[in-house]
């Protein structure tokens, strides 16, 4: 592997593992805020975390937040 692809994997896999523990964090706390929301679904529209995203929504809803 060359050290370009090395880096460009491994910056994909810090982002993800970063957006995994917003969106966790943001789902234990109870943040429903539209901005949260949002960063949500821009995740979901790019593939990133799809679970906690997914997860966030769907409490967000339950809870009927905006």
Do not use: K
Not at 2 to 19: D, G
Not at 29 to 58: H, K, Q
Request: glycine share 4%; charged share 25%; hydrophobic share 50%.
């Amino acid at each position: 592997m060359n050290p370009q692809a090395f880096a460009e994997r491994w910056a994909a896999r810090i982002a993800a593992r970063l957006a995994r523990g917003t969106l966790e964090w943001l789902w234990r706390e109870g943040c429903f805020a539209p901005w949260s929301l949002d960063l949500a679904m821009r995740y979901i529209d790019r593939n990133v975390a799809l679970a906690d995203a997914t997860r966030l929504l769907t409490e967000a809803a339950e809870a009927g937040s905006p």
